[in-house]
Structure formats: C-alpha cells, structure tokens
C-alpha cells in the first residue's frame, strides 16, 4: 500500500461528490480524503502501490480539477 498526497483546487464538499464516484469505484484506491481547510487543499489518497500520481491527476483532470503531487 502506498499513500499518494497532493495539491488540489477541491475546494468544497461539492466537488467532492463530483469526484467520488471515479475514486470510490478505482479498485486501486482504497481510501480517500480532501482537506479543504489546508491551503493546498490536500487530496490524500491510500492505494495499492500500481496507482500513480499521474493516474490520480488524470481522474481529477477528466472532471475538470487540477492536483499535483504535494513535496514537502
């Protein structure tokens, strides 16, 4: 299991529904979660080690929200 954390502009509980139905049904992703009160607005994200931030950044972009892969 890897944990991939990224940049978003999710920014309300809105978006979050459009996003949930292609996260909640990827068999890689396992949890989910935005925290909107973060000024990265924090997409966190436990999956199976296939899933890549690119894979996760192209779900995002087919509904129109841009994420990045989070360096500290």
Sequence with gaps: M???VLKS???TPDDQVLLQPAFD???AIYR???DTEDCDKVLRI???DE???EQVIAIAGERDFYC???TY
């Design 2 to 4: 890897r944990i991939l």
């Design 32 to 34: 989910w979660s935005v």
């Design 9 to 11: 502009n999710i920014n």
């Design 51 to 53: 899933l890549s931030y």
């Design 68 to 70: 990045e892969e989070l």
């Design 46 to 48: 436990e999956a199976a």
């Design 25 to 27: 049904a990827h068999p």
